[in-house]
């Protein structure tokens, strides 16, 4: 006789919560098995509330990866703060994601300040990530530990380089989900639009070819997607790169124009790798002044003020 399948499903929210640049968003992929946020070495690459979705038969986990929580310099920032705090209500578990190379400074107690305040409910895993360039792991980790007494368990792994360890950590993740339908078509990565994902390939090229402060003064709207009318043509893409200055509009476009063909290489390359399409993508820049301060500007870009 053949094995009949459960109708009984499970599903819940897993928020990814941390400071700027600990490898949440890395974590996030990795838990999934295909790229669905930016990652840079820079901090605040992410801005925006991801929801990544994994789903087996009859179980589905959504995570929730949030943009670190940091003190807040503009309109911009404290959008972000909020995507944060947004992002821990009537979540299922929560994963706090800690960088062992170094010990917690003031942005990780803010951390732990805001998760003390959740429902002793909800369990919190300490994720120490990074563990293949830490110096002393275990001593950074118990560090963190001593921030926040209702920790249900402490990981220490590399979410970029020990696939393992993260797979171990999904499957556990799975055993605390209750009993519910789901919340997305079981074949969904993402709740993002195709074109909010490829904005946000282009931002994440635009920030690891510019450098200082220029990365975090850029934004990306992709303004005309066209599928392709034969099959050997390729996706159009046309997006915006939104700078503050005049003179930042010149750095990205660079001298007769090597920038800006860097920034679209790299991006087109990872969004034929993972659309499986070729790409003929066109880039634009334009400024807009002050952008982080503008409400409209905001809401444009798709964070909501």
Request: no cysteine.
């Amino acid at each position: 006789m053949s094995e009949q399948r459960s109708e009984t499903t499970h599903s819940g929210f897993i928020a990814i919560l941390g400071k700027p640049n600990v490898g949440k968003s890395t974590l996030l992929n990795t838990l999934l098995g295909v790229k669905v946020a930016p990652i840079t070495p820079k901090p605040q690459t992410t801005r925006r509330g991801v929801r990544g979705i994994y789903s087996t038969e009859e179980r589905q986990l959504v995570f929730v990866d949030t943009p670190g929580l940091h003190r807040a310099k503009d309109a911009l920032g404290n959008y972000m703060n909020r995507e944060v705090r947004g992002a821990i209500i009537d979540v299922d578990a929560v994963l706090w994601v800690v960088d062992l190379r170094r010990p917690p400074g003031s942005e990780d107690k803010d951390v732990a300040r805001l998760l003390a305040g959740i429902s002793p409910e909800v369990p919190i895993f300490l994720i120490g990530n990074k563990l293949d360039a830490a110096k002393y792991p275990d001593e950074a980790l118990a560090l963190y530990r001593e921030l926040l007494h209702n920790i249900s368990k402490a990981y220490s792994l590399s979410a970029l380089n020990d696939p393992e360890a993260v797979y171990a950590l999904r499957d556990e993740l799975l055993t605390l989900l209750p009993e519910g339908p789901f919340f997305f078509p079981q074949n969904i990565r993402s709740d993002q639009s195709r074109e909010d994902w490829a904005a946000e390939l282009i931002r994440e090229s635009a920030m690891m070819h510019l450098r200082e402060e220029l990365p975090y003064t850029v934004a990306v709207q992709v303004l005309e997607w066209r599928d392709p009318e034969a099959e050997s043509s390729p996706v159009y893409i046309l997006a915006e790169i939104w700078v503050e200055r005049s003179n930042h509009r010149m750095i990205v476009l660079g001298k007769g124009g090597k920038m800006i063909k860097e920034i679209g290489r790299t991006a087109r390359k990872q969004l034929e790798i993972f659309l499986g399409q070729r790409i003929y993508l066109e880039l634009e820049v334009a400024v807009h002044k002050a952008w982080r301060e503008d409400p409209e500007a905001l809401r444009e870009l798709g964070y909501e003020s």
